[in-house]
């Protein structure tokens, strides 16, 4: 059974922290690029970052890039968001995400955290 389930979401105030976490099980995992993608409240989906398998290349998005660090742990199956310097408009359910391409497209989706940062 697919399982992508995050967690360390909540509350905080502007410019402070928090680090997201998606553990994985059910898929080979390395196999897979890894996603976090954000919504806010009434607002359509946002890609926020992405880590490749393989060469783990990284890309952000740009109103998150300087502030997050997305890294993965092929020993615990896991993939991290580290947010700092946290501003309201970062409020949003994230969402933890597997992709492969090939030879068949498969995505998997986590059931998401909420981050709330207001004062």
């Known amino acids: 059974q697919v399982q992508l389930v995050e967690s360390g979401g909540g509350l905080v105030q502007p410019g402070g922290s928090l680090r997201l976490s998606c553990a994985a099980s059910?898929?080979?995992?390395?196999?897979?690029?890894m996603s976090w993608v954000r919504q806010a409240p009434g607002k359509g989906l946002e890609w926020v970052s992405d880590i490749n398998s393989g060469d783990g290349y990284i890309y952000y998005a740009h109103s998150v890039k300087g502030r997050f660090t997305i890294s993965r742990d092929s020993a615990k199956n896991t993939v991290y968001l580290q947010m700092n310097s946290l501003k309201p408009e970062d409020t949003a359910v994230y969402y933890c995400?597997?992709?492969?391409?090939?030879?068949?497209?498969?995505?998997?989706w986590g059931q998401g955290t909420q981050v709330t940062v207001s004062s």
């Open positions: 059910g898929f080979t995992f390395s196999s897979y690029a």
């Open positions: 995400n597997a992709d492969k391409k090939s030879p068949v497209r498969v995505i998997y």
